[in-house]
Each structure stands twice: as structure tokens, then as C-alpha cells.
């Protein structure tokens, strides 16, 4: 049972190279979330997904797009990054959005991208 | 709108004694609340949460929390700190009756346990 995963772990980019990140999670969760981690700024909420073919912004989403085809699989895009967007990311999934004793947020290892 | 303080970016304690881990909350309706632990170069790890009973819930690696609702807190103790203890520690909270299941961070409070 690997829990969340993501790939990569770590990525330079250039400003306006496009990447995808890639979460997964084999615990059949319903929920998914992408956060960043920024020093002194704590994690804020990018984009989240209620559900297999769902996604919905979360607190900033700008600059990025999601896909979340398969229920296990939960896809960050920056289509054009920016300096800006130098970040730590973090994929979360939760059993359900109601509750239940199952919802707290499993956080997978995250991904460190540099954009220069 | 929920929102979550963390009033102190570092924690400093030495091995042995209690600590505490401040966090105050707002949400409209009543509150989840939770608390994870960071350690360096890691994803986060839920530590325990708060959803409706005791004030005082107990979780992992001896960590207890205390929930305040006249206060609007939930502070997390320790009777006595391990160095390994040291790691970055986040609230979040949960308005109860929003409509889906995000939760809002802290901007996290940095623990240091000396030995």
C-alpha cells in the first residue's frame, strides 16, 4: 500500500516550459487536492477534485490546470511557468468530503520545482 | 470564510518539558480542527483531529490537543518533548457546515526541541 505518490520529485524549468505533475493514490479516495507550500505562507489549496471526471479551484488557482480522469490519478499543469510559481507541491487525497472517521488528508512526499 | 492563526512561528523547548503549540480558529459554523506535523524534506502527517466530544483528544506519538470553543483554540500539547519531536506543526479547520471537504491551513509554527 504506497499511499500518495508523486512524480516527479524534483524539476527545473525554464519560464514558459509547460510540465505535468503526477499524483496517485491507491487508497480509494474520493477526494484529491494540489497544494504549494510557500516559507512564512503555510500550504494554500490550488485545485481539488470531488470525484473521478470533477475538479473545482481552490484558493489559487491561476496559472494552473488539473485533470483528474481516473479516480487514483490527480494531474497538476503549468501550461506556461513563471518564476512566480518556484514552489514546493503537495498532493492530498481524503476518503470523503462529508464526514466520516476516515476524513482527515493523506499528503504525499511532494515535489520541489524551480522555475528560473 | 474559515481561517486558522498560528501566532507563533517558533516554538522553543527543551527536551523533557511540556509544550504547547498555539492555534486559534474562525469559521462561521462549528468546527473541524486538525492537526499535522511536517518533518523536514517530507509531506505532512495528520496527528489527530477534533470533530465533536471530549475538549481534550489524544493522537500519535503522544501528542494531545484541547479544544476551546469560547476561546476559538486548539492547542497542542505535549507533557514532555522529545528532539525528535522537532518538526513544523500545522493547524487546519473545517467549517462544519460548508459544502465540501477542504480544509484551511495555519502558516505553521516551527517546534525545537533541544536536547
Known amino acids: 500500500n504506497a499511499g500518495v505518490t508523486q512524480t516527479p520529485k524534483f524539476r527545473v524549468l525554464k519560464t514558459g516550459q509547460s510540465m505535468t505533475l503526477l499524483c496517485a493514490q491507491d487508497?480509494?479516495?474520493?477526494?484529491m487536492y494540489w497544494y504549494r507550500q510557500d516559507p512564512g505562507m503555510g500550504l494554500r489549496l490550488i485545485h481539488y477534485?470531488?470525484?473521478?471526471?470533477?475538479?473545482a479551484k481552490g484558493e489559487v488557482p491561476d496559472g494552473y490546470n488539473v485533470s483528474r480522469l481516473k479516480k487514483q490519478n490527480f494531474l497538476l499543469g503549468l501550461e506556461s511557468a513563471a518564476p512566480s510559481q518556484t514552489s514546493v507541491y503537495f498532493c492530498?487525497?481524503?476518503?470523503?468530503?462529508?464526514?466520516?472517521?476516515?476524513?482527515?488528508?493523506?499528503f504525499g512526499p511532494g515535489t520541489r520545482l524551480t522555475v528560473l | 470564510a474559515q481561517s486558522v492563526a498560528q501566532p507563533e512561528d517558533q516554538v522553543n523547548v527543551a527536551e523533557g518539558n511540556p509544550l504547547t503549540v498555539k492555534c486559534t480558529y474562525s469559521?462561521?459554523?462549528?468546527?473541524?480542527l486538525f492537526w499535522y506535523v511536517q518533518y523536514p524534506n517530507r509531506g505532512l502527517q495528520f496527528l489527530l483531529k477534533?470533530?465533536?466530544?471530549?475538549?481534550l483528544v489524544k493522537g500519535s506519538y503522544g501528542f494531545e490537543a484541547e479544544f476551546n470553543k469560547s476561546q476559538t483554540s486548539f492547542h497542542l500539547k505535549k507533557p514532555s518533548a522529545l528532539v525528535s519531536d522537532s518538526a513544523l506543526y500545522f493547524c487546519?479547520?473545517?467549517?462544519?457546515?460548508?459544502?465540501?471537504?477542504?480544509?484551511?491551513f495555519g502558516k505553521g509554527t516551527m517546534l525545537l526541541v533541544s536536547p
Open positions: 492530498a487525497s481524503s476518503y470523503s468530503g462529508q464526514v466520516s472517521p476516515y476524513n482527515e488528508q493523506f
Open positions: 487508497m480509494n479516495h474520493e477526494y
Open positions: 477534485s470531488v470525484g473521478e471526471g470533477t475538479t
Open positions: 469559521v462561521s459554523g462549528n468546527p473541524y
Open positions: 477534533y470533530i465533536t466530544g471530549d475538549n
Open positions: 487546519a479547520v473545517r467549517d462544519m457546515n460548508s459544502g465540501y471537504s477542504t480544509l484551511t
